[in-house]
């Protein structure tokens, strides 16, 4: 099925499947004129137009037409080959044809969105676009998809909750695991705080999971050590791990980064002095280690925290505080709590109750505005008050400031080792914010807990437990299979230049230095035909996007 | 969704429920009801002419019964499997008249009147239940008067109408204006007939129908029977003419909705129906105002709630973004009512708090964020399944094993366990499998070992 293409171009048999995508499409031009017009360019032998052509009908009819009509290439007019050429070039696959010779042409993005309301000139572009598309199909050559093997062992990154976790059920799983965690210990922000939220000691909890880990056949831990390499792609990285004392080197399959976040601790923030003006976290282990002493106490959430400065919501913070506030409660009946918020994040079903426990024991709660008048002053917080209107005064003998967890000073170092991106406050970046949260766009490579974004422990675990299914599902394969689409460069011609290797951002390019030549390492290779557009001899090209089939393209417009 | 009915190792069965559940985690013993769908599975390839040819119109609840579907359907055009199935309640066949045309128009001949129910025995490792949420029914709150006031609608009403599918294509029609549009519609379906029947009786008689109405009016003379029922007609088509020039001239003045209320915890954080709060409906409404500016630049919002919780990765700066850039402001208030305005504009009851004065603000259409109810039936399913609720209702899980129902082997997420947004349930749902191949592997390596 995946033979070499040894068709000549009078052999072509071009299918073109337009598609209406409801009213998406079909709504802003004449999809059915753009149908008949493809039916007559040259090499195209069936043209048809889908209701939705990525819809089950749709795939079957593209199906269809390969068997029936011969055809040797297909390509489809309908929305972004992001999301959807691999549907249909694996699609065509399942139906005989080499799914290279595939070719899709947008236009939803490029017709009907950007020309809404220009129903003529939306369909000539779209037109012009189907042409070109079909001229460059004629043009695609047949390829063979890429492999390589897989090692079965995983990096974690981080040994708290969420690392911890990942390792538990990736070992569960029948996964072995390295887990390195940086300090002496393992448990990481949990080893500090007092309780949960349903009462059960922090400690004790993460105790029994680390014990656990540390325990079982299969998972190597290493604490106090960090890790200082990363080479190679998906299914075979090459790591190195040091600690005081030693260096090891290991081969990974896949990676996990769970190295958590911090609480802020800013001096001078809103009188912050660690005595009568303390984090959060501060009051955390003060009521752990039974040190706590105050009887008129003010927390203030958000503090330095969604400012033009942190501009993020750090999402565990209000829970913590009502947590602490009732711990509080219940021990002094007499303590005078105020909690000043801007909104209570006591999203979901527990949260909220503890808010209406919390309000029922007497704790008070009162919104302040940032904007306004916000002072920690000498036994008493000032605050503008935004239900009432009014400027209040509120005496107190503590302060508690709820600040934020922010990015680890290292992010940017263990970030740059897997070449994977942080947002602007230092948290990793996932795949995609809503359909992959615990994928990084790298392959192979993954991420759970207070590293992606501030997560209670509960939300750390569950990510950490998650983030086993996500490696699974490739270390549980034979072998990685990826895209054929991937630069070549042509050894004859090459001089050596390295213009190549300068631009490539997935280090997927070597300098032989035998032969003088650059080389690509095609398992590392994204497609991003940087390379291709840089070279100044033409030697490397990009499969799929050589000059010639570009040219078909725009000799066509 | 195309990804999963595609995977050769998923197995979909739409259109099903499980029945009873026997055994322990590794060796469950399932039984699924296979619903009757009247359409062969294995030979309907979705090409939807059966539903072009159905003469049953029946209200679409995919569009939250503002567009009509047929009795032969798919839920929507791009849902998975895209096997169509027949509403039995409504297809004229199944409720013994006749019809039969969709068996006519399918070419695969997939249409099965005979089709009946089918039990399924499967053996199973592990359950995971993501049987998801059932959206709060706002009626059930007098003072907002959902239902009564027309141009009040729920956030996912609300959704349908943004969409470019949806039954106003994207357009801010107003439920009140669509329903007059409607009207006119019909009646001029029947002014087309009734101007048809008057034509043929002009043609017969050779006269115009206006004079002979005229000369009719003086005579009184009544004793042509054919003369009479022309007449008649004549005064109802003038008649019905008058109601739709009075309709179109109202319709005239229609204008989309441009200012829009957005009420949160509408049956959340509310004692009444459900204490806790639902999640993700401020981000909802926040995106539903982003994207309703978005189509039109002069629509403004408002949105009224106690907090707005953006608690997420980028929500925050979501929620400032969309009041910098799409005209949003978020009011902390709980409205106390709403009542009608003119021109069916809903006026909203609410206090003021800085001002302590009770305002009344005209919107052109209102917006409920409605609560995340736990799943119609989940108490059944629960039973089936062996496993326990928590106090608000939904599977009961341990924060430290979060995804962990109360007996082995059976995991949950999404809303099933608790109202959460996009991101947690996805991470969520990996966190089901992972334990779901847990024990899978475990229960594999017993047998090797």
């Given at each position: 099925?995946?033979?070499?293409?040894?068709?000549?171009?009078?052999?072509?048999?071009?299918?073109?499947?337009?598609?209406?995508?409801?009213?998406?499409?079909?709504?802003?031009?004449?999809?059915?004129?753009?149908?008949?017009?493809?039916?007559?360019?040259?090499?195209?032998?069936?043209?048809?137009?889908?209701?939705?052509?990525?819809?089950?009908?749709?795939?079957?009819?593209?199906?269809?037409?390969?068997?029936?009509?011969?055809?040797?290439?297909?390509?489809?007019?309908?929305?972004?080959?992001?999301?959807?050429?691999?549907?249909?070039?694996?699609?065509?696959?399942?139906?005989?044809?080499?799914?290279?010779?595939?070719?899709?042409?947008?236009?939803?993005?490029?017709?009907?969105?950007?020309?809404?309301?220009?129903?003529?000139?939306?369909?000539?572009?779209?037109?012009?676009?189907?042409?070109?598309?079909?001229?460059?199909?004629?043009?695609?050559?047949?390829?063979?998809?890429?492999?390589?093997?897989?090692?079965?062992?995983?990096?974690v990154i981080g040994g708290g909750i969420a690392g911890l976790s990942a390792a538990e059920a990736?070992?569960?799983?029948?996964?072995?695991?390295?887990l390195?965690e940086k300090e002496q210990r393992l448990g990481g922000l949990l080893n500090d705080l007092n309780v949960l939220d349903n009462g059960e000691s922090a400690a004790e909890r993460i105790a029994r999971l680390s014990a656990k880990v540390s325990?079982?056949?299969?998972?190597?831990v290493?604490t106090?050590?960090?890790?200082?390499?990363?080479?190679?792609?998906?299914?075979?990285?090459?790591?190195?791990?040091?600690?005081?004392?030693?260096?090891?080197?290991?081969?990974?399959?896949?990676?996990?980064?769970a190295s958590g976040a911090v609480p802020?601790?800013?001096?001078?923030?809103?009188?912050?002095?660690?005595?009568?003006?303390?984090t959060q976290m501060e009051l955390e282990r003060q009521l752990k280690e039974?040190?706590?002493?105050?009887?008129?106490?003010?927390?203030?959430?958000?503090?330095?925290?969604?400012?033009?400065?942190?501009?993020?919501?750090s999402r565990i913070c209000?829970v913590t505080?009502?947590k602490n506030?009732?711990l509080?409660?219940?021990?002094?009946?007499?303590?005078?709590?105020?909690?000043?918020?801007?909104?209570?994040?006591?999203?979901?079903?527990?949260?909220?109750?503890?808010?209406?426990?919390?309000?029922?024991?007497?704790?008070?709660?009162?919104?302040?505005?940032?904007?306004?008048?916000?002072?920690?002053?000498?036994?008493?917080?000032?605050?503008?008050?935004?239900?009432?209107?009014?400027?209040?005064?509120?005496?107190?003998?503590?302060?508690?400031?709820?600040?934020p967890l922010v990015?680890r000073?290292?992010?940017?170092?263990?970030?740059?080792?897997?070449?994977?991106?942080?947002?602007?406050?230092?948290?990793?970046?996932?795949?995609?914010?809503?359909?992959?949260?615990?994928?990084?766009?790298?392959?192979?490579?993954?991420?759970c807990g207070s590293a992606r974004y501030p997560s209670t422990s509960a939300e750390a675990r569950t990510q950490g437990i998650?983030?086993?299914?996500?490696?699974?599902?490739?270390?549980?394969?034979?072998?990685?299979?990826?895209?054929?689409?991937?630069?070549?460069?042509?050894?004859?011609?090459?001089?050596?230049?390295?213009?190549?290797?300068?631009?490539?951002?997935?280090?997927?390019?070597?300098?032989?230095?035998?032969?003088?030549?650059?080389?690509?390492?095609?398992?590392?290779?994204?497609?991003?035909?940087?390379?291709?557009?840089?070279?100044?001899?033409?030697?490397?090209?990009?499969?799929?996007?050589?000059?010639?089939?570009?040219?078909?393209?725009?000799?066509?417009? | 969704?195309?990804?999963?009915?595609?995977?050769?190792?998923?197995?979909?069965?739409?259109?099903?429920?499980?029945?009873?559940?026997?055994?322990?985690?590794?060796?469950?013993?399932?039984?699924?009801?296979?619903?009757?769908?009247?359409?062969?599975?294995?030979?309907?390839?979705?090409?939807?002419?059966?539903?072009?040819?159905?003469?049953?119109?029946?209200?679409?609840?995919?569009?939250?019964?503002?567009?009509?579907?047929?009795?032969?359907?798919?839920?929507?055009?791009?849902?998975?499997?895209?096997?169509?199935?027949?509403?039995?309640?409504?297809?004229?066949?199944?409720?013994?008249?006749?019809?039969?045309?969709?068996?006519?128009?399918?070419?695969?001949?997939?249409?099965?009147?005979?089709?009946?129910?089918?039990?399924?025995?499967?053996?199973?490792?592990?359950?995971?239940?993501?049987?998801?949420?059932?959206?709060?029914?706002?009626?059930?709150?007098?003072?907002?008067?959902?239902?009564?006031?027309?141009?009040?609608?729920?956030?996912?009403?609300?959704?349908?109408?943004?969409?470019?599918?949806?039954?106003?294509?994207?357009?801010?029609?107003?439920?009140?204006?669509?329903?007059?549009?409607?009207?006119?519609?019909?009646?001029?379906?029947?002014?087309?007939?009734?101007?048809?029947?008057?034509?043929?009786?002009?043609?017969?008689?050779?006269?115009?129908?206006?004079?002979?109405?005229?000369?009719?009016?003086?005579?009184?003379?009544?004793?042509?029977?054919?003369?009479?029922?022309?007449?008649?007609?004549?005064?109802?088509?003038?008649?019905?003419?008058?109601?739709?020039?009075?309709?179109?001239?109202?319709?005239?003045?229609?204008?989309?909705?441009?200012?829009?209320?957005?009420?949160?915890?509408?049956?959340?954080?509310?004692?009444?129906?459900?204490?806790?709060?639902?999640?993700?409906?401020?981000?909802?409404?926040?995106?539903?105002?982003?994207?309703?500016?978005?189509?039109?630049?002069?629509?403004?919002?408002?949105?009224?709630?106690?907090?707005?919780?953006?608690?997420?990765?980028?929500?925050?700066?979501?929620?400032?973004?969309?009041?910098?850039?799409?005209?949003?402001?978020?009011?902390?208030?709980?409205?106390?009512?709403?009542?009608?305005?003119?021109?069916?504009?809903?006026?909203?009851?609410?206090?003021?708090?800085?001002?302590?004065?009770?305002?009344?603000?005209?919107?052109?259409?209102?917006?409920?964020?409605?609560?995340?109810?736990?799943?119609?039936?989940?108490?059944?399913?629960?039973?089936?399944?062996?496993?326990?609720?928590?106090?608000?209702?939904?599977?009961?899980?341990s924060p430290e094993n979060p995804?962990?129902?109360?007996?082995?082997?059976?995991?949950?997420?999404?809303?099933?366990?608790?109202?959460?947004?996009?991101?947690?349930?996805?991470?969520?749902?990996?966190?089901?499998?992972?334990?779901?191949?847990?024990?899978?592997?475990?229960?594999?390596?017993?047998?090797?070992?």
């Amino acid at each position: 099925m995946k033979k070499k293409s040894t068709d000549k171009p009078d052999d072509l048999r071009v299918g073109v499947f337009i598609c209406d995508c409801g009213s998406n499409i079909a709504g802003h031009l004449d999809c059915k004129s753009v149908t008949d017009y493809a039916s007559g360019l040259p090499g195209v032998v069936y043209s048809k137009e889908n209701l939705y052509t990525c819809s089950e009908s749709g795939i079957v009819e593209i199906q269809e037409a390969i068997k029936k009509h011969k055809l040797n290439r297909v390509v489809v007019a309908s929305c972004s080959p992001r999301t959807h050429q691999p549907l249909f070039s694996s699609s065509c696959e399942q139906a005989g044809m080499n799914p290279y010779l595939f070719e899709m042409v947008n236009i939803r993005d490029q017709c009907s969105w950007v020309h809404m309301g220009q129903h003529d000139i939306a369909t000539a572009k779209a037109k012009d676009l189907v042409r070109m598309g079909v001229a460059k199909s004629a043009t695609l050559e047949a390829q063979d998809p890429i492999e390589s093997s897989l090692v079965r062992k995983i990096l974690v990154i981080g040994g708290g909750i969420a690392g911890l976790s990942a390792a538990e059920a990736l070992r569960a799983m029948g996964l072995e695991v390295i887990l390195v965690e940086k300090e002496q210990r393992l448990g990481g922000l949990l080893n500090d705080l007092n309780v949960l939220d349903n009462g059960e000691s922090a400690a004790e909890r993460i105790a029994r999971l680390s014990a656990k880990v540390s325990s079982t056949d299969g998972i190597t831990v290493l604490t106090g050590s960090r890790v200082t390499n990363i080479n190679g792609y998906i299914g075979n990285f090459n790591i190195t791990v040091e600690s005081d004392k030693e260096t090891i080197e290991e081969m990974v399959g896949c990676i996990v980064v769970a190295s958590g976040a911090v609480p802020l601790i800013e001096e001078g923030l809103l009188g912050y002095n660690g005595t009568s003006v303390i984090t959060q976290m501060e009051l955390e282990r003060q009521l752990k280690e039974k040190t706590f002493r105050a009887t008129r106490i003010v927390m203030i959430q958000c503090a330095g925290a969604r400012n033009s400065k942190r501009e993020y919501c750090s999402r565990i913070c209000c829970v913590t505080a009502v947590k602490n506030a009732m711990l509080i409660k219940r021990a002094y009946p007499l303590a005078d709590i105020h909690i000043l918020y801007r909104d209570m994040q006591m999203y979901g079903d527990e949260k909220e109750k503890m808010l209406w426990d919390a309000r029922g024991m007497g704790i008070s709660f009162d919104v302040y505005d940032p904007e306004k008048i916000l002072e920690v002053g000498d036994g008493k917080v000032t605050f503008h008050q935004t239900v009432l209107g009014t400027t209040k005064e509120l005496p107190c003998d503590l302060t508690v400031l709820s600040t934020p967890l922010v990015a680890r000073d290292d992010v940017s170092s263990i970030a740059g080792l897997m070449r994977v991106p942080t947002d602007k406050n230092g948290f990793f970046l996932e795949a995609h914010a809503k359909l992959r949260p615990l994928d990084f766009s790298a392959d192979g490579i993954f991420i759970c807990g207070s590293a992606r974004y501030p997560s209670t422990s509960a939300e750390a675990r569950t990510q950490g437990i998650g983030v086993a299914s996500r490696v699974a599902a490739i270390l549980f394969k034979d072998k990685l299979v990826k895209s054929a689409i991937v630069a070549e460069i042509d050894d004859e011609t090459c001089v050596g230049c390295m213009g190549c290797l300068t631009v490539c951002p997935y280090e997927a390019i070597v300098f032989n230095n035998e032969k003088r030549v650059c080389e690509v390492k095609e398992i590392l290779c994204k497609g991003c035909g940087n390379c291709a557009s840089t070279c100044p001899s033409h030697s490397a090209i990009l499969k799929g996007y050589k000059p010639e089939q570009l040219l078909a393209q725009i000799r066509a417009i | 969704m195309l990804d999963v009915g595609r995977h050769p190792n998923i197995e979909l069965m739409a259109y099903s429920e499980v029945e009873k559940v026997e055994g322990s985690a590794g060796c469950f013993k399932v039984r699924v009801r296979k619903k009757a769908r009247y359409v062969d599975e294995a030979k309907c390839t979705g090409c939807g002419a059966c539903t072009e040819k159905c003469p049953t119109d029946v209200l679409d609840l995919y569009n939250e019964k503002h567009s009509t579907r047929k009795a032969v359907y798919s839920w929507f055009a791009q849902g998975i499997p895209s096997t169509h199935v027949i509403d039995a309640d409504h297809c004229r066949v199944l409720q013994g008249k006749k019809c039969g045309l969709c068996q006519r128009q399918c070419e695969a001949g997939a249409i099965d009147f005979e089709q009946k129910d089918r039990i399924v025995e499967l053996d199973i490792g592990s359950i995971i239940t993501a049987s998801g949420y059932t959206v709060f029914d706002p009626s059930r709150i007098p003072e907002y008067r959902y239902r009564d006031l027309p141009n009040v609608v729920s956030a996912m009403e609300f959704e349908r109408f943004l969409s470019a599918s949806g039954p106003t294509h994207g357009h801010l029609e107003r439920p009140s204006d669509i329903s007059v549009r409607q009207e006119i519609a019909v009646l001029e379906k029947l002014e087309g007939r009734g101007s048809r029947a008057l034509e043929r009786l002009e043609e017969k008689h050779g006269e115009v129908s206006a004079d002979v109405y005229k000369r009719f009016q003086k005579a009184e003379s009544g004793d042509d029977p054919e003369l009479q029922q022309w007449m008649a007609k004549y005064a109802d088509y003038l008649l019905l003419k008058e109601k739709l020039e009075e309709l179109k001239e109202k319709a005239a003045l229609f204008a989309n909705a441009k200012k829009l209320a957005f009420i949160q915890c509408v049956g959340s954080r509310d004692l009444r129906f459900y204490p806790f709060c639902s999640g993700f409906c401020c981000m909802h409404s926040i995106k539903e105002a982003v994207i309703a500016h978005e189509h039109d630049n002069d629509t403004t919002s408002v949105i009224f709630g106690m907090d707005i919780r953006a608690v997420g990765k980028g929500f925050d700066e979501y929620k400032v973004r969309g009041s910098n850039k799409s005209n949003i402001s978020y009011r902390r208030s709980r409205v106390a009512e709403i009542v009608n305005g003119p021109g069916n504009n809903p006026v909203l009851v609410y206090e003021d708090t800085q001002a302590q004065v009770v305002r009344r603000e005209t919107f052109d259409l209102v917006i409920l964020a409605t609560a995340c109810a736990p799943a119609d039936g989940i108490a059944d399913l629960a039973d089936i399944l062996g496993i326990e609720l928590n106090e608000f209702g939904f599977f009961k899980t341990s924060p430290e094993n979060p995804v962990d129902t109360t007996r082995e082997g059976i995991f949950v997420c999404g809303c099933a366990h608790s109202p959460m947004d996009i991101p947690e349930s996805v991470a969520q749902a990996s966190s089901a499998a992972s334990r779901a191949v847990q024990t899978v592997t475990h229960e594999k390596l017993l047998t090797v070992s």
